[in-house]
């Protein structure tokens, strides 16, 4: 609650306050931002883009640990089995006719 020895009322407070008047007070106003907090909001940007691309890279790695990989072991085990059945059988082959 504001005192009532404030005649300033919290209304008044959000008001534009009115333009300089002197060229003293313009020359102090800075011309732009100041680049130190464009840059910590630059950083802080990127720092987020590479943490979401890294979660992307990790669950990435997840879906191919977890999908990819044990059905390729899974061809190339049939492969490789195929490929002993017929060793096998030559090599019988080999034996019975001997």
Known sequence: MSSPSNPQSPISNLSPSP???LP????SLP???PSDDIDDD???EESDAEKEWKESLQQLELILTMVLVPYAGKYFGRRC???GESVV???EG?????
């Open 42 to 44: 630059d950083d802080r």
């Open 31 to 33: 011309d732009s931002a």
């Open 89 to 91: 059988e030559v090599v």
């Open 81 to 83: 089995a195929y490929w």
């Open 24 to 27: 003293s007070e313009i020359a």
């Open 19 to 21: 333009s300089p008047s």
């Open 94 to 98: 080999l034996f019975a006719l001997g």
